[in-house]
């Protein structure tokens, strides 16, 4: 069966600090990839996704970028945060073909100060 | 045209009765529309899914219902429970890409 890694599960990061966050799928091949941030009480915001190795789009022009160095790995980094990335980082994976759902990471906290 | 408007934006239920969560695209590409649940400090997960060539899709107490010529689908939860208490996000998804509603924060009394 797949399943789906995301850690750290909770991060406090001081500000101008550098960020990775990491996702790996187990058990399938060639999967679609995903980040998305959530604000308190808000929306599920689309930030990254990926068809590939090495091939990311980008949704949301910020100061954070996105890596998939693996076919199953999928990183999410910031050179310095802001306090305005503070949020909900969620991973997900969808399988390789059209009109699939997506399963979701157990999400990262990531508070700036 | 890749909206996905979701109503109402929070609802309060009492044990036993109907949750009625709806949702309008506009896309009528989108191929598969799928509904999540998210439970405070999780990720959203996949609660019941349905294709536009189908009306009605039930799964215990869970049932899409899929109007394809007004381009709605509705969640609808019968006999709620205090543990569906939760964020619900309904989605419609197009070329491997889902596009979702903006949540609807579900609260049962006991």
């Known amino acids: 069966s797949q399943t789906i890694h995301q850690w750290p599960a909770t991060l406090v990061q001081p500000v101008g600090s550098p960020l990775s966050l990491e996702c790996t799928v187990e058990g399938t091949s060639n999967p679609n990839l995903y980040w998305y941030r959530q604000a308190a009480g808000r929306g599920l915001q689309l930030l990254f996704y990926?068809?590939?190795?090495?091939?990311i789009s980008s949704e949301v022009p910020q100061n954070l970028s996105a890596s998939r160095p693996q076919d199953r790995q999928f990183i999410l980094s910031s050179k310095k945060l802001l306090l305005s990335d503070s949020g909900f980082y969620l991973c997900?994976?969808?399988?390789?073909?059209?009109?699939?759902?997506?399963?979701f990471g157990s999400g990262t906290r990531l508070t700036v100060v | 045209q890749q909206q996905v408007k979701q109503s109402p934006q929070s609802l309060i239920v009492q044990k036993g009765g109907i949750s009625i969560i709806n949702c309008a695209y506009e896309?009528?590409?989108?191929?598969?529309f799928p509904w999540y649940q998210q439970f405070p400090g999780k990720g959203p997960a996949l609660l019941i899914a349905i294709r536009p060539d189908v009306s009605e899709k039930k799964e215990g107490r869970f049932t899409i219902s899929f109007n394809k010529s007004a381009k709605q689908f509705s969640l609808h939860i019968m006999d709620s429970q205090p543990g569906d208490s939760a964020t619900y996000f309904c989605?419609?998804?197009?070329?491997?890409?889902?596009?979702f509603g903006s949540g609807t924060q579900l609260t049962v009394l006991p």
């Open positions: 989605a419609a998804s197009l070329a491997r890409q889902l596009t």
């Open positions: 896309n009528t590409a989108f191929d598969y």
């Open positions: 997900a994976w969808s399988p390789p073909t059209q009109g699939s759902g997506y399963t």
């Open positions: 990926s068809v590939g190795i090495g091939q």
